[in-house]
T-cell receptor, first 114, second 118 residues
C-alpha cells in the first residue's frame, strides 16, 4: 500500500542551525502539508502546498520556515535557524485532489533542538 | 475561524466495553468534513473514520461509529468492544469543503488519551 515516507525519524540539532526535513508523498497526490505537534499538545497546521506554490500558511510558518518540492517527488521543510521552541514532531501529509477526503500522514520526524 | 474542542483529556475503558469520545466544533460553514484520527505511541496519525457534513447518516467502520449532530455541532466517536490495541490518543479534526479556497487544512482538537484496561 502506498505511504508517505519521512526522513529522518529523529533529528537532533544545535540551536541556530539549519535543518531540512524530508518527505516523499504518495506519487499521484497533488496537495501537500506540513503539521507540527509539540510534545503533549495538539497537531497544528504549518503550511499547504499545491501546484508548486504555497496555498496557505499559518502564523507559525514565519520567515524561518520554507518548503520546496525540488524534484517532483520530495517535499521538504527547511527551518533556517532553529530555536528551542521548534522542538516538536513534524508530520508531512498528502492528498490526491481537492475532492479527496483523506489526508495520508507520514510517520513523523521528531526534531530536538538543543 | 473554525475551532475544534475535545473536552475529555483522558478516558479509560475496560476491554470489551464501549466508550464514547466527545468532540464539538464551531464553524459558520455548511459544508465540511469531520474526522477522527488515532495516534498510538508510535506517533503515526491514522485515520479512523470520517463524516461528510451533507450526509445525515452516521459513518461506521467496523467497531467505530460516530454520532454526528450537525445542529449541535457535535461529533462523538463510539468504540465498541474495546481492544487493548485501541489505546491511543484520539484527535477530532475538521476540514472545510469549500472549493477554491485556501482553507483545506485540517484543524485538530487537543486530543483524548484513551486507556484500555485488561
Amino acid at each position: 500500500e502506498p505511504e508517505v515516507t519521512q526522513t529522518p525519524s529523529h533529528q537532533v540539532t544545535q540551536m541556530g542551525q539549519e535543518v531540512i526535513l524530508r518527505c516523499v508523498p504518495i506519487s499521484n497526490h497533488l496537495y501537500f502539508y506540513w503539521y507540527r505537534q509539540i510534545l503533549g499538545q495538539k497537531v497544528e497546521f504549518l503550511v499547504s502546498f499545491y501546484n508548486n506554490e504555497i496555498s496557505e500558511k499559518s502564523e507559525i510558518f514565519d520567515d524561518q520556515f520554507s518548503v520546496e518540492r525540488p524534484d517532483g517527488s520530495n517535499f521538504t521543510l527547511k527551518i533556517r535557524s532553529t530555536k528551542l521552541e521548534d522542538s516538536a514532531m513534524y508530520f508531512c501529509a498528502s492528498r490526491t485532489g481537492w475532492s479527496s477526503l483523506e489526508a495520508f500522514f507520514g510517520q513523523g520526524t521528531r526534531l530536538t533542538v538543543v | 475561524a473554525q475551532t475544534v474542542t475535545q473536552s475529555q483529556p483522558e478516558m479509560s475503558v475496560q476491554e470489551a466495553e464501549t466508550v464514547t469520545l466527545s468532540c464539538t466544533y464551531d464553524t459558520s460553514e455548511s459544508d465540511y468534513y469531520l474526522f477522527w484520527y488515532k495516534q498510538p505511541p508510535s506517533r503515526q496519525m491514522i485515520l479512523v473514520i470520517r463524516q461528510e457534513a451533507y450526509k445525515q447518516q452516521n459513518a461506521t467502520e467496523n467497531r467505530f461509529s460516530v454520532n454526528f449532530q450537525k445542529a449541535a455541532k457535535s461529533f462523538s466517536l463510539k468504540i465498541s468492544d474495546s481492544q487493548l490495541g485501541d489505546a491511543a490518543m484520539y484527535f477530532c479534526a475538521y476540514r472545510s469543503a469549500r472549493y477554491g479556497g485556501a482553507t483545506n487544512k485540517l484543524i485538530f482538537g487537543t486530543g483524548t488519551l484513551l486507556a484500555v484496561q485488561p
